[in-house]
């Protein structure tokens, strides 16, 4: 099945630093979702985005529908010690259907 | 809030057991779906349903069934587990009627070792 490239794979920083990820895609969504994962845990919905160009912002998470429809991004500001986890983009083509194709996740680590 | 519950969340099988994951949510959703977590391949779709009833195969159904009887439950059944289906499942569900009807709300999991 088809999968987003999601960068970067994994990232280590300090605390407080600003963390930025991207998914990118040849084709056009209509639908951007980002979710974290915590370990062992299932993911958890961050962000949903319908349309080219929104911003939306969750606290101190801020995502993008790129103007293009083909990507998205994913920024967390001052970062703490509980925003590791794994992070997944998921878009939804267009058309009639329910399904989600899925990023293949960022590891984030925060040094307190 | 909604809530997807799955039945367990640490399961171990041996090599030709018949398993039944079960997955239930509470919020009236008309999709539900079961994928699989493996390391370095992200979240493959099995099965989905979109109905009481109906079902639809995603992009590994190989070696999977599942039943869907109630609205609010949807059953993952692995006929003849193998070592190969060691892994993490995962169930999530979603609206059809609404504007966000492409937000999944996924369960905590089930990690299936087969040995």
Known sequence: ?????????????????????????????????????????????????????????????????????????????ASIPSDVGIYFCAGRLGGATNKLIFGTGTLLAVQP | DVKVTQSSRYLVKRTGEKVFLECVQDMDHENMFWYRQDPGLGLRLIYFSYDV??????????????????????????????????????CASSLTTSRFYNEQFFGPGTRLTVL
Not at chain 1, 27 to 52: C, H, M, R
């Open chain 1, 1 to 77: 099945g088809q999968q987003l490239n999601q960068s970067p794979q994994s990232m280590f920083i300090q605390e407080g630093e600003d963390v930025s990820m991207n998914c990118t895609s040849s084709s056009i969504f209509n639908t951007w979702l980002w979710y974290k994962q915590d370990p062992g845990e299932g993911p958890v919905l961050l962000i949903a985005l319908y349309k080219a160009g929104e911003l939306t912002s969750n606290g101190r998470l801020t995502a993008q529908f790129g103007i293009t429809r083909k990507d998205s991004f994913l920024n967390i500001s």
């Open chain 2, 53 to 90: 009833k109906m079902k639809e195969k995603g992009d590994i159904p190989e070696g999977y069934s599942v039943s869907r009887e109630k609205k609010e439950r949807f059953s993952l059944i692995l006929e003849s587990a193998s070592t190969n289906q060691t892994s993490m499942y995962l």
